[in-house]
Structure formats: C-alpha cells, structure tokens
C-alpha cells in the first residue's frame, strides 16, 4: 500500500505502469480499479483558471494511511496506490489517482470508490482557487 504525495505533475498510466511492474502479486490479481481526478476550469458557477492545494505531509499521511488500513478491513484488497498533487494545479492536470488491485472485479470497484470518497472527505488538503477574475477563495472539501 503505497501514497505518494506530489508537487508537480504526474502521469496517471505511468505512475500505474511503474507500480504494478514492481508488485510482487503478478498472477494474483484478477482485478485493477482506477480512479483519476482531474482540475475542473469551473467550480460553484465560477470560472477557475488555477488552484493550490495545500497540506501538513505527516497529517497527510497518517490519515491517507487509515484509510487504507479501514478499506482493507472491508474488502480483499491485494494492493492500492495513491497519488496526490499539491502546490499549484492548473485545469485539465490529474490531481488525484487512486489505483486498486483485488482478486475480483468487486472488491476493486467498491474498494477504490470508498478510497476515493474518503479522501474526499477526510483527508486534510486545503484548496485555493483563482477565478477568472483573478481573485481566489478557499474552498471546502465538499465543494471539491
């Protein structure tokens, strides 16, 4: 189970490629999930032309790391990777990859959507927009 936090730009297929030629799981899994997030130019009816994620990297961390730990406990997980950007995106960048290998299809989706929904929620990044108009604002992590 690895996270990678990152501050420049990332190629979600790479970074998948360079994962899985490394498991240790080759002719175990049957499954592979991907989930890939990606910078809208609008946010809440705005034009966005750019924006910064911030973040502490050990709080980061540790709660990415729980929430491994939580979809382990719920599913057959053989491995997952997490990528995450931070500093200053612009849109059409990947900001997030989240990657799951299962045995089975099922485990994989349902695993990989719960990865994703709880970063959504819980992990600790904080997001600057610049609009359009080039003034910025904070936004919650609902509104991500």
Known sequence: MTVK???SAFE????????????ALQGKFGATSIFIGT???????????AMT??????MTQKQLAKIIVSAKTQWRILDCLIVHRVGE???NE?????SVWSAHRGDAFE?????????KAN?????LETLATNKTRWVSNSSF
């Open 5 to 7: 936090i990152c501050d």
């Open 12 to 23: 979600p297929f790479i970074e998948i490629e360079k994962f899985q030629h490394g498991l």
């Open 39 to 49: 910078m809208r130019d609008f946010n809440n009816g705005d034009d966005v032309q």
């Open 53 to 58: 994620l911030e973040h502490y990297d050990g």
């Open 89 to 91: 995106i612009f849109p």
């Open 94 to 98: 990947p900001i997030m990859l989240i």
């Open 111 to 119: 695993a990989c959507r719960y990865l994703m929904e709880e970063l």
């Open 123 to 127: 992990a600790p990044f904080w997001k």
